[in-house]
């Protein structure tokens, strides 16, 4: 028998080859799953989707709440609950709640609004947008991915508490 038919293995460079193309495969592969978690809806929980604000209870009558998590507040009156982003309507600026003036103020431009979102001042062209507020079992839950636009504030845009 001759020595090359008794060395069946792997040669060396056969070996560099298959490491190489593992290696390369295992690259795709980790770009390939990052690019579908990026890509993949934002589940419940977080902003875009589904938010939880808190048990009804939890908002005074009258009183401006920020959820971080959702980038709204929740405005709470007697006869029921806003859920206001907090985007400015004219440039897109985070606007604050000021407690001690009773209003929100963006930073941007100077655009003020009361606590219904509607525009007292600045250059803002329609009040702050609305997200879609839902009530179950005492529970506040804001759903982040459809705002809704407005020109006043309507007593109709509010949900019960």
Not at 14 to 28: C, D, K, N, R, Y
Not at 82 to 110: D, I, R, S
Not at 111 to 138: C, H, M, Q, T, W
Not at 146 to 151: A, H, N, V
Request: net charge positive; charged share 20%.
């Amino acid at each position: 028998m001759s020595e090359t038919k008794a060395k069946k293995g792997v040669s060396r460079r056969q070996f560099l080859g298959i490491a190489w193309g593992g290696s390369v495969a295992l690259v795709f592969g980790q770009a390939a799953v990052a690019l579908l978690k990026y890509i993949k809806p934002v589940s419940a929980g977080g902003f875009g989707g589904e938010v939880y604000a808190g048990k009804v209870e939890e908002f005074a009558i009258n009183s401006i709440n920020r959820i971080l998590a959702g980038r709204f507040y929740i405005a709470r009156r007697d006869d029921g609950i806003l859920a206001l982003w907090q985007k400015c309507t004219h440039l897109g600026c985070a606007v604050p709640w000021v407690e001690e003036e009773g209003q929100f103020h963006c930073p941007c431009h100077g655009s003020l609004y009361n606590k219904e979102g509607e525009v007292i001042g600045g250059p803002a062209p329609r009040p702050l947008d609305l997200f879609p507020v839902s009530i179950r079992s005492g529970e506040v839950w804001v759903d982040t991915s459809s705002p809704i636009e407005r020109s006043k504030f309507d007593p109709s845009q509010l949900t019960g508490a």
